[in-house]
């Protein structure tokens, strides 16, 4: 492997021949691939076993709560611009317990990238279901087989007016690094979900199983900016599945729309107590 | 020594918070004392409100009872507040739309709603006429009233203004040819300084910008929600941005993200959206992420009356989150309080990477003194950012532990170290650890800054004789009238004194019970079912209190319903 | 006004010329005309203006929380499959704070009937901005108007694979109580985001603005099976917009595909705690 | 008499559960008494776990620190936990995998990775081996361990059962023939009648069905998850529907739901899981709607030490949740505790139709015991819903005031009566209201139910002399050890009692003043930081204790812990 300025020597704590490796790999690469160093990236987790990555590479790591990695992220790149901010976790945390922060953060569109783990499962606490588990998916809590619908996050963002909506799969580094880049690259929030195989408890959805599925729309010429094509491809779910940039639209980032946001960042500007005699007079 | 009691009752949307807080500013720029505070439903038009005024040549801390002048807007308020009313008060009404009052003197019917009409065409002017007519009643100047109107309609189409104007002059010469000359309550404006009419989610706002506060989110919520509406105002002219979030689990986890990359970081709400921060507040805990939180009571369980007062939430706010870790409870008792105190807890935050919370109620934060301008001289932004210095130059370690328990905290971004944190236990450079013994470290290393907080307590507020026969206790809102009881026991001859409390958290226990010593009754005033500072009081230093005075029917206390009980 | 078994002689609390009395009208026409007894309904409502509506009218009712309605509404219907169960709540609501249970009880399609009273801002809290507010409506909090995406609950609720998703106008107490009805009867999770004014704080959706715009689904013989076209009629917003039962598809229930749900409700169900001795092999 | 210590060390992942699953199971039905306990961290494969097994001819209650026998699966493992063994100890391991240890007589290489992949070509089998192995040593029959596994694997493929058992033959032959002679330990199994070997979480969940719980929604979180799990493989054969909710917020608001719509209803979570269902809490308060709530604590804050355990949330399950309202919470000491108390707490939360916690933590959810069956013939389940009777048939009213504080209630659907509950205050009808008269009967009415609560207390558990020297105080998991300390001390003659508390609120103030009197010296026991108990105690009686023992490295204590630090 290629050595980055974002390596570590932790040595991770997922099962030999999990997708997550193959993530942190992609994820390492798109960062030096992009010049950026360590310190000005920020990668917000959650909890579960995707939300352990940024402890196994070197970055600036809010390891979070689960569920809330967004928000966090949220907060802080629109203090501190300058930085690189991910927000990052499985489809468990940042689908489920995370769903609402997912939605709205899409509308809002901050200028933060979204890595989503997608495994299908809750791997961390032993293989539950997770939304994005299929119907039928049997587990020691479904025990009849998962019988909701499953939730397309990719569809989902669409609905939701994303500006950058795009999957790729822990079995092609070069695939995900280069999505990771574009994802950076765009200006608001981008979402990634990245299929993988969790070699411990999802027996259904492995490594075979998607390798053997996946396809690029980049090897159809995929027109990323044709909506309603979009919806459609991301609805592919099953002999195939499409990875790449689905759909992508420029739409102002939250932070170009606000004006107290534009200029130096809020982190860098000066305060004083005694401005606060100028709203006095307010009061009288 | 003047103390004069107005009262205006009416619907929710017929204005009576426009009439009041134009009255209170008058009075205020009078050169007197006010006390000005309000009771509404969780509705937006209709039902029964109120807003009272009280009017004082001395310093005035609380409601009082007894009424002077009401204004009643529309018949119930007679009906409610009629019994109110002192021998010499008068009722200000529409005889065209309430019947009149029963046997009373002061019956001053006003066509509030035809002179209305008269000046501008529009029902809505009624607030004016009325405000006229109050002025008009008592012979004050009718200018001031001119002048505020003048600022508050100056942005709105110049009819409006116009109309409004000739509805008060109406309402004032009405109310002045026909009554005056029967009520006897006279006020007259005097000379003075300006003062500061505020309530206390405006102190805290205030406290908030004075503190450098830059990044605020939060999800709307009475009687919290003004305050996000304050500094939502002032974004641009002080460089803070105020995010409405789509939840409370979002607003403090931004709010914790903001901080962690550098911001002065602050969130409001009130015990529901509260419930749904503790979890965060943990995080806030084990990641040392400096928060403050503006926890602004209304009665519970659940949505209870969410428009009313009470102190049902201190030992929720001390335990709430899961584990063991840090904070510091500011319990506000005055606008004062809450501006300084709100500052403070910015400063502490940073220093102790702590969370801070302002523990407030609807009374406190609807509740309208005018008080000395806040001295901001000797205030300071203190931010505790490590600089990269030699000894963090080599191997940053963000909870690198330390005899004070504060790690050195940077900025991400702002140097080449990276800054790692975790909601796992951690190593000193932020990541998760099972080792047992770091654990043991990690934990008695944020133990440890209690010992620097306790160095830098707000000590309980002893006011009146150290060996009192009758010592009067609370926290936060009930500071105020608390002192109106001291003051009118002690005018009795009575030894008695206040011991008010700004922090409960860490618990003052030194100072508590030398006071405890000295005095021989005590008696706890607290706006809840249970006396949770008892409890908290008994837990900390094993004393009591001899008595307790609850109220937890959603209205504050006032003097005389404490003196009933003692 | 007709009288129906629902009625009772409550007060609202809302303004004059509140669209939710409009909405409290249509509910109750639409129950009386489906020969419900007040008894057989139960009414799931958040915090909001729009929550308080179960208390104006014979039902009964669990008044919760703010946001929390839907999984409520679901636990209840879940053992006590004899009642009517619906969830109902504002915008800000439904969609705001308890839009995690918004997505997900989508996907498990439980039988419960949403009403969503979307007056596209916060009433009760007194008008900040809500999901469904137009970018650029501004407030107190908003000052420079809204600066975030519009949620079109009606396009996530497709993506999400409802079964039944509609949108009707406080203004049209006919069509409302029709669609209301059939949402009823559809067995699964209906979606019914009602269009409403409020006079006291959104100054640009007004009565006039909404019954200037909408025209009725019916009225253009649209097909509810058509997904892709459902999606691109969901996003028709601006000088008109469509009312009416936008797609409609059979799925099969939560409660029909559960086996220990099938049969007699559990809540009628015989218990005793010396079964519990039949699982003490298993500890031996 | 008999007390074996087997500790089995490996990775997550190399099957230590299912070893020391089997062999405390082989012994159980052999006739000892059996503690098992584990500690592993907080991922799936690898790191370093283990799982330890005391065999002792008397009842045991907790684990122990010295070790007889140390299966060890991994290198590590032997570094770990040879310091633990004692002389006459011994070590399994696998030359071919680990260096041997050093200086130690009962070293036992066996080639356990060999013998697995010879018996069945797969290094999985290592478990099996290791299990035969450690039989073999002991001098075991054999029958049982085969029986075992038939039992495990029979429904997987015949291959796999009989490589197995051809696996664990392997084990126990090689281990007889080259040590069994080297190891002085021997156990036989005896003639023994039918015990459950369960753990804590078993028991809970095993104690909701026999109280009829048919409706249980959870979202998974460690070391609560188990719970969900058993009772989901129930569903059919004991008519309880199992949700996995899309988050806590969710789970607690079903279970109010399907509690309101007359189910029986459950919900089970840790700390942070905990921290976010604080506000439906509050609404279970407000609308009197039962709710059992099994908080299975970890370390925190946030997401602290995962799998590890710890007693850290006391006053914040005493405290969650805005504003005042009533609550039992229990803190069951042991399966057979986690059990009944389980059950009971189901009836109470009808009965006074509140929320009841089970405050439970990582350590008993996760220890094994093997006990005496549950007597079951006395168990009911009392379901309090009024008849639609004369008196309530006119208009029912949900929260009608009584002298007890209980309203009747009725199922929804079930009557021509409507069944009307709000989070608002409300009437007696259910509807909200802002009446502060009716505010404050509906306060007092629902505190009024401790009245009654009280009279059904659990108390303290004092075992031993009244008028002891030394009183070791605890609560929950800690019950087990503490009777091992204090009978350790009174077998050297000291006089020692224990005071347990299986629910400490409401707190059993009479019971523990009468006990503190009588004894000397007090000192409480507890797995945090800052002594909850003893908070609760002097906030609740006045009383302090003279000492405590605390530890909050996430491990559970042992006696020799205790021991040395009385
Ligand atoms: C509030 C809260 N609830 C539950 C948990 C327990 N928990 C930890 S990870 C996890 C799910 C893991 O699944 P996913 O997010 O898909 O991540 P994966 O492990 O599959 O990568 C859960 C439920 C938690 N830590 N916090
Ligand atoms: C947890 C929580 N946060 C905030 C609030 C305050 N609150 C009450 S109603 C409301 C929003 C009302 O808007 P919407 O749901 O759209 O209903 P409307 O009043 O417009 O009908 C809010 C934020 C609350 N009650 N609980
Ligand atoms: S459990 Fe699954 S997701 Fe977790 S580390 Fe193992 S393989 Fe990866
Ligand atoms: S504020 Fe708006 S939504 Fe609320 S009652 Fe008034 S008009 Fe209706
Ligand atoms: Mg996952
Ligand atoms: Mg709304």
């Given at each position: 492997m290629n050595q980055t300025p974002f390596d570590n020597d932790v040595a991770p704590a997922w099962c030999p021949g999990c997708g997550n490796f193959m993530i942190l790999t992609a994820l390492k690469k798109a960062l030096s691939g992009l010049d950026l160093k360590p310190s000005q990236v920020l990668i917000c987790s959650g909890i579960g076993q995707a939300a352990k990555l940024p402890h196994y590479m070197k970055c600036n790591t809010f390891n979070g709560l689960h569920g809330r990695s967004i928000p966090v992220a949220s907060g802080a790149r629109l203090v501190n611009p300058e930085l690189v901010v991910m927000a990052e976790g499985g489809d468990g945390d940042i689908y489920g317990e995370g769903g609402n922060h997912f939605m709205h953060a899409i509308r809002k569109n901050i200028n933060i990238t979204l890595l989503a783990h997608n495994n299908q499962v809750y791997g961390l606490t032993k293989?539950?279901?997770?939304?994005?588990?299929?119907?039928?998916?049997?587990?020691?809590?479904?025990?009849?087989?998962?019988?909701?619908?499953?939730?397309?996050?990719?569809?989902?963002?669409?609905?939701?007016?994303?500006?950058?909506?795009a999957r790729s799969f822990s079995g092609d580094i070069e695939h995900l690094a280069g999505v990771i880049q574009q994802a950076i690259g765009y200006r608001g929030f981008s979402l990634v979900d990245i299929l993988m195989p969790c070699v411990s408890f999802n027996k259904l959805n492995t490594f075979k199983w998607y390798k053997s599925r996946v396809y690029k729309l980049e090897d159809i010429n995929w027109d990323t900016s044709n909506k309603p094509a979009a919806y459609e491809k991301a609805e592919e779910w099953g002999e195939k599945i499409p990875i790449g940039i689905f759909y992508k639209q420029a739409r102002p980032a939250y932070e170009d729309l606000v004006s107290v946001l534009k200029g130096k960042p809020l982190i860098d500007r000066e305060y004083s107590p005694q401005k606060v005699g100028e709203l006095f007079e307010e009061f009288n | 020594m003047l103390d004069f009691n107005i009262k205006i009752g009416g619907q929710a949307g017929q204005g009576m918070q426009t009439i009041g807080y134009i009255l209170s500013k008058i009075f205020s720029r009078g050169g007197y004392h006010i006390f000005s505070n309000q009771d509404y439903q969780s509705r937006i038009r209709g039902g029964h409100n109120f807003f009272q005024i009280r009017v004082a040549a001395n310093p005035v801390f609380a409601a009082t009872d007894k009424v002077d002048l009401l204004i009643a807007l529309d018949e119930l308020s007679i009906a409610e507040h009629q019994a109110e009313l002192k021998d010499s008060g008068g009722i200000i009404y529409d005889a065209d739309k309430s019947a009149p009052p029963v046997a009373l003197s002061g019956r001053f019917n006003i066509p509030l709603e035809k002179l209305a009409v008269e000046a501008g065409g529009k029902k809505v002017f009624v607030n004016s006429v009325a405000s006229g007519a109050a002025l008009g009643l008592l012979g004050y100047d009718f200018k001031p009233l001119e002048k505020l109107l003048y600022a508050s309609f100056s942005k709105k189409k110049p009819e409006t203004l116009t109309a409004n104007i000739k509805a008060a002059k109406a309402g004032y010469q009405y109310a002045e040819a026909n009554y005056?000359?029967?009520?006897?309550?006279?006020?007259?404006?005097?000379?003075?300084?300006?003062?500061?009419?505020?309530?206390?989610?405006?102190?805290?706002?205030?406290?908030?910008?004075?503190?450098?506060?830059?990044?605020?989110?939060?999800?709307?919520?009475?009687?919290?929600?003004?305050?996000?509406?304050?500094?939502?105002?002032?974004?641009?002219?002080?460089?803070?941005?105020?995010?409405?979030?789509?939840?409370?689990?979002?607003?403090?986890?931004?709010?914790?993200?903001?901080?962690?990359?550098?911001?002065?970081?602050m969130t409001a709400t009130s015990g529901g959206g509260f419930a749904l921060m503790t979890e965060a507040l943990s995080l806030a805990g084990i990641t040392e992420t400096p928060a403050v939180i503006a926890l602004v009571q209304r009665p519970g369980p659940a949505t209870g009356l969410p428009t009313r007062t009470e102190q049902g939430d201190l030992l929720f706010a001390l335990h709430a989150g899961h584990g063991e870790f840090q904070r510091i409870i500011f319990t506000p008792g005055s606008a004062e309080e809450a501006f300084y105190l709100t500052h403070k807890a910015f400063n502490l935050a940073d220093k102790y990477q702590i969370p801070v919370l302002i523990l407030s109620d609807q009374h406190l934060a609807d509740s309208y003194r005018n008080i000395e301008p806040f001295d901001l001289s000797a205030l300071k932004i203190d931010k505790y950012f490590a600089k990269e210095a030699p000894e963090v130059a080599r191997e940053y370690q963000r909870h690198k532990i330390t005899a004070s328990g504060i790690s050195p905290r940077l900025i991400p971004g702002k140097s080449r170290q990276l800054v790692v944190t975790d909601s796992d236990e951690h190593t000193e450079d932020g990541h998760l650890t099972e080792d047992l013994d770091m654990r043991v470290n990690m934990v008695d290393k944020r133990e440890r800054k209690y010992q620097g907080i306790m160095a830098e307590l707000e000590p309980p507020v002893l006011s009146g004789a150290a060996e009192a026969d009758l010592l009067l206790i609370g926290w936060g809102s009930t500071c105020g009238v608390i002192s109106e009881v001291v003051q009118r026991l002690n005018a009795q001859g009575r030894r008695v004194s206040q011991l008010h409390f700004p922090q409960v958290w860490p618990f003052p226990k030194a100072a508590v019970t030398g006071i405890f010593k000295a005095v021989k009754r005590k008696v706890l005033i607290e706006n809840n079912r249970t006396g949770q500072l008892a409890q908290l009081l008994r837990a900390e230093t094993g004393l009591s209190v001899d008595d307790k005075i609850l109220k937890y029917d959603g209205r504050p206390f006032t003097a005389a319903y404490i003196l009933e009980r003692l």
């Open positions: 293989g539950q279901a997770s939304p994005t588990s299929e119907p039928g998916f049997t587990t020691k809590v479904q025990t009849e087989g998962v019988k909701i619908s499953m939730l397309d996050p990719l569809t989902t963002a669409l609905s939701l007016n994303a500006g950058f909506v | 005056a000359s029967r009520f006897v309550h006279k006020l007259k404006p005097q000379v003075t300084t300006p003062r500061l009419m505020i309530n206390g989610n405006e102190a805290i706002a205030l406290g908030a910008l004075a503190a450098g506060c830059n990044f605020f989110a939060a999800y709307p919520m009475t009687p919290a929600t003004s305050i996000m509406v304050y500094l939502a105002g002032k974004q641009q002219d002080f460089n803070i941005i105020v995010e409405q979030a789509e939840d409370e689990l979002a607003a403090l986890n931004m709010v914790l993200g903001a901080s962690y990359a550098g911001a002065r970081a």
